[in-house]
């Protein structure tokens, strides 16, 4: 596989926003519900609280907070931005895409800006993020804004203790722009990389044309429930990460030394633990919300971002790097100048 040193693009972040559902639903839930000592999920997961959306709050919904919190801090309104991406592992419904119904609550009617989205499973964000910031170095686009919302808890298996307390519900934005100054804010590179020999390690089979209501409530039933394969999985990724980093790395021109901030998909506190390990990261160098976040799907790595920046972790010119694995199987990360 080739690997080369990309163009650094000119691109600032000029905002960021988050946005958590109200319910908060604490690991001794699951302690009581499977029957387990108490501790047991905290232990088993590592995570302390996840949020869920409730009935009437749809993913648009957090979506819409979340942008207007990072258009608020950009200083923009939403008819300043050239175009809307919804970042996202699930869509809210098959047509119209998520990106569409975003722009109505957002107040876009009328406006013509375009409004598409991008679907990587978890690497949505980086995917989106990559491709922004290509359009604006062509000049099609000077601002855009990114938007990951999800849903994660609707197709969770209740019975399945790997899984049912992984998972949380969220939302985050990030509006990108040209940086125009001499702040020297840049993406040095962004990278994706698919391995299709892990289709099958994680997935949810219904919500497209595979399953149909033909086939059955039950079927469709089962479908919807997120399946993984988790030892699958991690042998995979310890086969492909290592080096997947090391050419990310060589296409940004800069040494894993040289990042003050890692900012991962919080896919697990074990996948977090193994990669600092495996990095020889010090423990303030990777920013991890999992414990009360949960995994939020392709709002991980946008959320875990917003709150770096907010508490003060990620500062103006700091070199930070973005890196995840999605269903497919698939990795991602990007490397940039904040």
Known sequence: MSVHTSRPIALRLLGTGAYLPAQQVPAETFDRRWGKPAGWTLRHTGVATRHYAGADEPATAMGERAARAALEAAQLQAHEVDCVISACSLMEQAIPCSAALLHARLGLQGSGIPAFDINATCLSFIAALDLAACAIAAGRYRRVLIVSSEIASVGLNPDDADTAPLFGDGAAAVVVGADTGDSGSQLLAARLETYSEGIDHCRVRAGGTRLRLEHGVEALRAGSQFEMHGRATYRLAAAKLPGFLQRLLAQAGVELAQLQ???????????????????????????????????????????????????GRIVRGDLIGLVGSGAGLAFGGAVLRY
């Open 261 to 311: 901030r890692i900012v991962p998909h919080q896919a697990s506190a074990k996948a977090l633990r193994h990669l600092r390990v495996a990095l020889g990261l010090a423990p303030d160098a990777l920013i991890e919300i999992i414990g009360d976040h949960g995994n939020q799907m392709a709002a991980s790595i946008p959320s875990a971002l917003h709150q770096a920046i907010h508490s």
